[in-house]
């Protein structure tokens, strides 16, 4: 669309100077005529200052255009690792949180009588191993005596080794129970604020449900789709300027990120800008525009060529035909205007001020 738009822009300057050099010279034609007794056309066509401009050299910066949303760099969905009723919630959508910091509480009483269980279960295989490791040690001596055989040996030393692993298995059952015990109590994984709560007191959760949306507003980027046309024209580091609805001063951002992947249907590649927020003004989610400078073209005149921006407007470079520098042209779509008309540039009328007369131009030609 943004090549589109060239080009019909483009178009409309070439038509521009192309009816202007016709004017000009319709205009040559007709003081040829009037010097030899030939009556010339009569006809007169009125300009407003504001519908001409003069040639001058610029340095032209083409820019394109980039339109997206905020979102935060760092964030983080805090989900409930255990299932229970939702005793104390402690933070609403807005809160600052520190990392670490206790969001909510699940009814632990069911976990705290697990740990105890498995703690009792711990207890007793290690009283089996205290006894398997007795057996196993006089069975050994007696073995060396001669007093019992070796299958006897071989059965003790098999029963310690199977006592030593049900106490394994009853800690590390006890190292579970702890941990869901741990996990009835959510906390922030990192610093920010909460984006949004699901979850009110005595409602009852799931597992991995999804209780608080927990965001860091430091680093912020704007995330904004580029035509796959022009994503040859962008580079990481390239700086941008982007305007926010309700922020005074456009926000300074990078070109941070690049997709390799073209999104699906739309023939766009996302670009990722990133923002520094450390007032936290800008909130995730708002819409930003802002322009990426992706050339410039030094002390062109402005028959057509290159358009980019200049001190906040939009120019052309004209690249041929018979312009000069000073030379006033056309820059807006007038219409036909007929060969050897004249071209009268009409001054506004202040108040209080007779209507001043028209001056006559020489000649009108291209466009801004």
């Known amino acids: 669309m943004l090549k589109t738009r060239k080009r019909i822009f483009i178009a409309t300057v070439v038509a521009a100077v192309i009816l202007a050099i016709a004017i000009g010279h319709a205009i040559r034609k007709r003081n040829g005529a009037v010097a030899a007794g030939v009556e010339a056309p009569s006809s007169v066509v009125e300009f407003a200052p504001d519908d001409l401009t003069t040639v001058s050299r610029r340095t032209l910066s083409e820019t394109l255009p980039l339109t997206g949303s905020l979102r935060a760099v760092t964030q983080a969905a805090v989900k409930s690792k255990v299932a229970g009723s939702a005793l104390n919630v402690m933070v609403r959508e807005g809160d600052p949180v520190k990392i670490g910091q206790i969001l909510a509480k699940i009814d632990a009483r069911d976990y705290v009588a697990r740990a105890e269980q498995t703690r009792g279960q711990m207890a007793a295989m290690a009283g089996q191993l205290d006894i398997a490791k007795q057996t196993l040690d006089n069975n050994r001596v007696l073995v060396e005596k001669g007093f019992i055989s070796k299958n006897a040996f071989d059965t003790a030393q098999s029963q310690y080794q199977i006592a030593r692993a049900n106490l394994d298995a009853a800690k590390a059952a006890l190292a579970s129970s702890n941990l869901s015990l741990d996990d009835t109590v959510m906390r922030s994984p990192l610093d920010g604020q909460i984006a949004s709560r699901s979850v009110e007191p005595g409602e009852k959760v799931a597992v991995d449900t999804k209780l608080f949306d927990v965001v860091d507003l430091r680093t912020l980027e704007l995330e904004a789709p580029v035509p796959v046309g ?45 923002v520094a927020n450390p007032t936290g003004t800008l909130r995730v989610g708002m819409f930003g525009t802002g322009t990426i400078s992706v050339g410039s073209r030094q002390n062109v005149l402005v028959q057509t060529g290159a358009t980019g921006n200049t001190d906040g407007d939009t120019w052309t470079e004209i690249v041929g035909g018979p312009l000069a520098l000073g030379q006033q042209i056309v820059k807006n779509n007038l219409g036909s205007l007929r060969i050897g008309s004249t071209v009268h540039v009409v001054q506004p009328v202040q108040p209080g001020q007779a209507a001043p007369q028209a001056a006559s131009v020489p000649g009108a030609s291209s466009a801004r």
Do not use: H, K, L
């Open 230 to 274: 022009e994503i040859g024209r962008v580079r990481i580091g390239q700086p941008i300027q982007i305007a926010f609805d309700g922020i005074d001063t456009p926000i300074q951002g990078a070109i941070t990120r690049i997709n390799p992947a073209a999104q699906a249907g739309s023939r766009s590649i996302m670009v990722y800008v990133q």
